[in-house]
């Protein structure tokens, strides 16, 4: 079955410092998204792309946050100057026209 | 913003007992989902709701979409071990499968053997 795959699966990182999550979206898939999971929380929409540009983002995703689809199979996020608040698991999904979104496993990103 | 509550906050039930959990906004969506996450995963899509009214099951699972579009309820029926996990509601405004999902608190269900 296909997948989406994010790497890595855990990063730590030290308050302002950079950091890029990848993902593999499924192949044929046209629409990509960001979540966030704060722990015990609820998931949060982050910001949605489509045809290489963003479509929606939350206000969540500020000037620190960007997206990137560098070539026809990674869809990344970069924070730029992280903070303690940004530690999270981070899910990107995609979705095709005729399906519901798939989920990735999730990067756990602890800001230190 | 689009908030949902989401209720119960957890459960803990006997195998073999039915679970019914539900989630009401103040905004219309047009489209409800519900979603399963297992503990260091991300959420897996459970049963999709696209027409008020509606009601739609996957095997034991059984949800609806509300008349109204502001609540949603899911069933889980002869519950067993492996149900265990948290359970989130989402809604969409849009009826197609692209746009932002805004999800509930989620119910965390534990099934005692």
């Known amino acids: 079955e296909p997948e989406v795959t994010q790497t890595p699966s855990h990063q730590v990182t030290q308050m302002g410092q950079e950091v890029i999550l990848r993902c593999v979206p499924i192949?044929?898939?046209?629409?990509f998204y960001w979540y966030r999971q704060i722990l015990g929380q609820k998931v949060e929409f982050l910001v949605s792309?489509?045809?290489?540009?963003?479509?929606?983002k939350s206000e969540i995703f500020d000037d620190q946050f960007s997206v990137e689809r560098p070539d026809g199979s990674n869809f990344t996020l970069k924070i730029r100057s992280t903070k303690l608040e940004d530690s999270a698991m981070y899910f990107c999904?995609?979705?095709?026209?005729?399906?519901?979104?798939?989920f990735g496993q999730g990067t756990r990103l602890t800001v230190v | 913003g689009q908030q949902l509550n989401q209720s119960p906050q957890s459960m803990f039930i006997q195998e073999g007992e039915d679970v019914s959990m539900n989630c009401t906004s103040s905004s219309i969506f047009n489209t409800w989902l519900w979603y399963k996450q297992d503990p260091g995963e991300g959420p897996v899509l459970l049963i999709a709701?696209?027409?008020?009214?509606e009601l739609t099951s996957n095997g034991r699972l059984t949800a609806q979409f509300g008349i109204t579009r502001k609540d949603s309820f899911l069933n889980i029926s002869a519950s067993i071990p492996s149900d265990v996990g948290i359970y989130f509601c989402a809604g969409r405004r849009t009826n197609t499968n692209a746009g932002k999902s805004t999800f509930g608190d989620g119910t965390t269900l534990t099934v005692k053997p």
């Open positions: 792309f489509y045809n290489n540009e963003i479509s929606e």
């Open positions: 709701l696209y027409k008020a009214g």
């Open positions: 192949s044929n898939h046209l629409y």
């Open positions: 999904a995609s979705t095709s026209a005729n399906t519901e979104a798939f």
